[in-house]
């Protein structure tokens, strides 16, 4: 049986730093993305104190309090271009 995901939307619950080089978002729905820090030159900078100091947004959009940037669940998934048409 296949679950049509089309009308779901995707929620951020938490990051997580633990793996060295890596990022980790916790979804919702239980759900795990992991990416390479090398993606967030930025992130990868940060001490990991300062890249504990969060928030997130709207549930997809996390901003860090020792950063100018601004990031959005589609940049971890590899869809950027998806959050300019919104």
Partial sequence: MTLALKNSTI??????????????????????IIVPLKYFPELKKMPVEKRKK??????????????????HLEDFMGLESKWRER
Avoid: M, P, Q
């Avoid at 929620?11 to 795990?32: H, M, Y």
């Fill in 11 to 32: 929620c951020i619950e938490k990051l997580n730093f633990d793996v060295a080089g890596k990022i980790s978002l916790k979804l919702e729905d239980g759900r795990v």
């Fill in 54 to 71: 969060y928030t997130i947004v709207d549930d997809r959009t996390i901003l860090f309090f020792h950063s100018n940037a601004i990031y």
